[in-house]
């Protein structure tokens, strides 16, 4: 079975300033996708950015940007020019690309923006 | 449009009861999911409605729990005798699917569950 581990339960940044989330996974498959959720205090899960296992370039979503390291299956988040509106639970995620449609997701790290 | 839904928002039983919690995914979404998130922790997966096909229950932690979907529209996600353990968040989720390629689950809110 696929796991998800994010080493990381609580993060802190200076407003403006870059933080790196830290994500890594255990998989025996070699196509599967991997995301990056925020769940701020409202609960609701929003998808920041995804990647797929194939891809050899890191995703980016204007300022969030992921480092994938494919051999040694870690997934970091990157996010610049940190505002207060980034604050809340990042989540990583694991989806295979057959078969079992679920996601996997990861224990959460808790962002706090410091103005 | 409008998002995925879910009822109640809140939800505090006795244990031993019985509780249903109803999800309405977005129009035209195929693909129906249910997750249970503990305080603090990250989500689990419970089961997955995909159109009228069988649907994948590997997820349910007990013979308590149940869900049904009808057609490609609400879901409703049943705990029996719940127990203080239940207490969670329940997130639904909903998505468009075609066979080879990959789309985004949309979550609702959640029903947070309190066993007392």
């Known amino acids: 079975a696929q796991t998800v581990t994010q080493s990381q339960p609580e993060m802190s940044v200076q407003e403006a300033e870059t933080v790196t989330l830290s994500c890594t996974y255990d998989t025996s498959e070699s196509d599967y996708y991997l995301f990056w959720y925020k769940q701020p205090p409202s609960r609701q899960m929003i998808l920041v950015i995804r990647?797929?296992?194939?891809?050899?370039q890191n995703a980016t979503e204007n300022r969030f940007s992921v480092n994938f390291q494919k051999a040694a299956k870690s997934f970091s988040l990157k996010i610049s020019d940190s505002q207060l509106g980034d604050a809340a639970m990042y989540f990583c995620a694991y989806r295979s690309a057959r078969g079992a449609q679920k996601l996997v997701f990861g224990q959460g790290t808790r962002l706090t923006i410091n103005p | 449009g409008a998002g995925v839904s879910q009822s109640p928002s809140n939800k505090v039983t006795e244990k031993g009861k019985d509780v249903e919690l109803r999800c309405d995914p977005i129009s035209g979404h195929t693909a129906l999911y249910w997750y249970r998130q503990r305080l603090g922790q990250g989500l689990e997966f419970l089961i997955y409605f995909q159109g009228n096909s069988a649907p994948d229950k590997s997820g349910l932690p007990s013979d308590r729990f149940s869900a049904e979907r009808t057609g490609e529209s609400v879901s409703t996600l049943t705990i029996q005798r719940t127990q203080q353990e239940d207490s969670a968040v329940y997130l639904c989720?909903?998505?468009?699917?075609?066979?080879?390629?990959?789309?985004?689950?949309?979550f609702g809110p959640g029903t947070r569950l309190t066993v007392l």
């Open positions: 989720a909903s998505s468009r699917r075609l066979a080879g390629a990959v789309y985004e689950q949309f």
């Open positions: 990647q797929e296992a194939y891809k050899q």
